[in-house]
């Protein structure tokens, strides 16, 4: 039996966009999966901070959101939906936090009706989304197939990476050979 195309996708994996997508929604994004099944999968884009303060559609939260305090773009699906993504302190446990989902090792969803101030202490950064990337039941393993996505073991740290960071030429150089070459790949190839 073949192996599915999406087999290496699971929470805590990213995607990231080969040089070859061109999509504005995606173009040189890397995708945080938070949930992946049969039904379909779920991530939010790392790498497109907005204009927007956390502050000004979240003030409770601004305060505590990893600099700079911006909502990030997570994708095209559903923009005024927030999610918030965080890295739990070394030795927090998600299952005794209330309003925290475990999505991969430290990194955990947050419920953003909970009480801020209960978790700040807990965590050592969050970030906070708009919308998301979502794919229904095998549309992922298409575009995976057809070459739109690398997919790559994701670290904690990604979740936080500053804008200032090339996140998708990070995450691809850490990949070792011949991956780590698409990240020398030209941002306007008309120009090389």
Not at 139 to 160: F, H, M, S, T
Request: with cysteine; glycine share 10%.
């Amino acid at each position: 039996m073949p192996v599915r195309p999406d087999a290496e996708v699971e929470p805590g994996s990213l995607l990231v966009a080969a040089p070859s997508l061109t999509d504005s929604n995606f173009r040189r994004t890397v995708v945080y999966i938070i949930d992946h099944r049969g039904e379909g999968t779920l991530g939010v884009v790392l790498n497109r901070p907005s204009e927007v303060a956390v502050h000004d559609v979240l003030p409770a939260w601004g305060p505590h959101a990893t600099r700079p305090q911006a909502v990030y773009i997570g994708g095209p699906v559903q923009q005024k939906t927030a999610l918030c993504l965080a890295a739990l302190r070394t030795g927090e446990d998600h299952g005794a936090l209330e309003g925290v989902v475990n999505v991969h090792g430290p990194v955990a969803l947050i419920d953003l009706d909970s009480d801020p101030d209960a978790l700040v202490e807990k965590v050592r950064g969050l970030r906070v989304f708009a919308g998301y990337s979502g794919w229904g039941e095998g549309q992922l393993a298409g575009e995976i197939e057809r070459g739109d996505w690398i997919v790559v073991p994701g670290l904690p740290d990604d979740v936080l990476t500053p804008p200032n960071v090339d996140l998708w030429g990070r995450v691809l150089r850490r990949q070792g050979m011949p991956t780590a070459l698409l990240a020398t790949f030209p941002v306007d190839v008309r120009r090389n």
